[in-house]
């Protein structure tokens, strides 16, 4: 029952974390979500911070699942960028929530250092699987060989963050039509 509580727990704080942000819900708001008292969640998250790493380190672990599969599943650079669009796409689909990533680094200054720490590590992550597509790509000769993964990577990550907030304010498909748009500007022309 404890491990089935902080599931609940982690789950009502990340629905939160995406539609309100870190600086927008208390525990009060977290225990109304979840129907427990605020009390039984300082016994699985003594801080709000402890919570917050912890959320941040599982959408890590997800994420890395998602694009691990991706690696697996997808073998042109072309199919693999699309399945990475797909990971951001689906935040969105569920309730017009944003990345973790990024509901965390709009409030950055505000968060307490363990939290931006861990948020450093899944934006480095990320970026780091993109960085791998690309460089594997280059090796077989899909993107110019004079691109540099790292640096295309940090663009991708960037943009599709920006598209997926951008997108949660207006209509239209904006992180479609950006994934688009970097992949043209990515991939080599045949």
């Not at 917050?52 to 693999?80: C, H, P, Q, W």
């Not at 669009?85 to 990533?101: F, G, M, N, P, T």
Request: hydrophobic share 40%; glycine share 6%; charged share 25%.
């Amino acid at each position: 029952m404890s491990d089935d509580i902080k599931t609940q727990l982690l789950d009502a704080a990340q629905l939160l974390v995406q539609t309100r942000g870190h600086n927008g819900y208390s525990y009060r708001d977290l225990a109304e979500q979840v129907g427990i008292r605020t009390a039984s969640i300082h016994y699985h998250f003594p801080t709000k911070p402890d919570l917050t790493v912890a959320l941040v380190r599982r959408y890590r672990d997800g994420i890395a699942n998602a694009m691990a599969t991706i690696a697996v599943e997808k073998t042109s650079l072309a199919d693999r960028l699309d399945g990475v669009a797909a990971v951001y796409q689906k935040c969105l689909e569920s309730d017009r929530r944003i990345c973790v990533a990024a509901a965390l680094a709009g409030e950055f200054s505000s968060l307490p250092k363990e939290v931006q720490a861990e948020l450093g590590r899944l934006i480095t992550d990320s970026q780091g699987w993109i960085a791998r597509f690309l460089a594997e790509g280059r090796t077989r000769g899909e993107i110019p060989t004079t691109s540099d993964p790292s640096a295309l990577a940090r663009l991708w990550y960037a943009a599709l963050q920006g598209a997926l907030v951008v997108a949660r304010a207006t209509e239209g498909n904006v992180l479609g039509e950006v994934a688009s748009i970097l992949k043209k500007l990515t991939l080599n022309q045949n």
